[in-house]
């Protein structure tokens, strides 16, 4: 990945969408999932 370090626009893209991904993800998990049994 280094040939990505002088790109910077792509980086900061890249940073974006895996950042929108993480958000997403903590959003499905809190909202749609039911919740777990084993943990009181």
Do not use: C, D
């Not at 910077?8 to 997403?24: D, E, M, N, P, Q």
Request: hydrophobic share 40%; glycine share 4%.
């Amino acid at each position: 990945m280094a040939e990505f370090n002088t790109y910077g626009a792509t980086v900061r893209t890249l940073r974006g969408f895996i950042a929108s991904y993480h958000k997403l993800v903590r959003v499905i998990r809190e909202e749609y999932m039911p919740p777990n049994p084993n943990v009181k």
